[in-house]
T-cell receptor
Framework: RKEVEQDPGPFNVPEGATVAFNCTYS??????FFWYRQDCRKEPKLLMS???SGNEDGRFTAQLNRASQYISLLIRDSKLSDSATYLC????????????FGAGTRLAVHP | DAMVIQNPRYQVTQFGKPVTLSCSQT?????MYWYQQKSSQAPKLLFH???????NEADTPDNFQSRRPNTSFCFLDIRSPGLGDAAMYLC????????????FGSGTQLSVL
């Protein structure tokens, strides 16, 4: 079983739509959680951290459910520029800042 | 201004011919990482340095080696590249304080002919 699992998509949505991505992780000792965005043939970039109480950054909302080992990302009012792959990332315990990436969910926003 | 710099952006090598990828950083971060990412797959951690302390992932092939001569530079050496080693290689840095994010370079796309 993969340590971080995501639906690969693609999710094809019209501009203005609301779309949600889910992610599950297997290591119950995971400590920190993030969503990264990766454009085609580019490096991943941090989109937002995910906090236990849930957090929002503009049109983006992240939720964490530790009991179910589940993370979500909600994008409201999708823009064409949101088209990218969204990587779920988990920091595992063990001292160093070791991050484990999911394979990502691809989002395509169309006019 | 680029803070984590990888060179070259594209690298072509021949099957079995050693190749070195380089990474430099201006952030003075003490942790540096090398990830391998194949098409439509997750970035996979190969190894990382905490200062000069080298940490190899258990499933990283022996064909992959790394050097970190100083804080700013880190190299990935592939001793005998195979066709299966064609991938994007991503260098990243971080401090080691819990919730710190990774700062990635723009990656080197390696092709093996």
């Amino acid at each position: 079983r993969k340590e971080v699992e995501q639906d690969p998509g693609p999710f094809n949505v019209p501009e203005g739509a609301t779309v949600a991505f889910n992610c599950t992780y297997s290591n119950s000792a995971s400590q920190s959680f993030f969503w990264y965005r990766q454009d085609c043939r580019k490096e991943p970039k941090l989109l937002m951290s995910v906090y236990s109480s849930g957090n929002e950054d503009g049109r983006f909302t992240a939720q964490l459910n530790r009991a179910s080992q589940y993370i979500s990302l909600l994008i409201r009012d999708s823009k064409l520029s949101d088209s990218a792959t969204y990587l779920c990332v988990v920091r595992v315990s063990g001292g160093y800042n070791k991050l484990i990436f999911g394979a990502g969910t691809r989002l395509a926003v169309h006019p | 201004d680029a803070m984590v710099i990888q060179n070259p952006r594209y690298q072509v090598t021949q099957f079995g011919k050693p190749v070195t990828l380089s990474c430099s950083q201006t952030l003075n971060h003490n942790v540096m990482y090398w990830y391998q990412q194949k098409s439509s797959q997750a970035p996979k951690l190969l190894f990382h340095y905490y200062d000069k302390d080298f940490n190899n992932e258990a499933d990283t092939p022996d064909n992959f080696q790394s050097r970190r001569p100083n804080t700013s530079f880190c190299f990935l050496d592939i001793r005998s590249p195979g066709l299966g080693d064609a991938a994007m290689y991503l260098c990243a840095t971080s401090t080691n304080s819990g919730l710190e994010k990774l700062f990635f370079g723009s990656g080197t796309q390696l092709s093996v002919l």
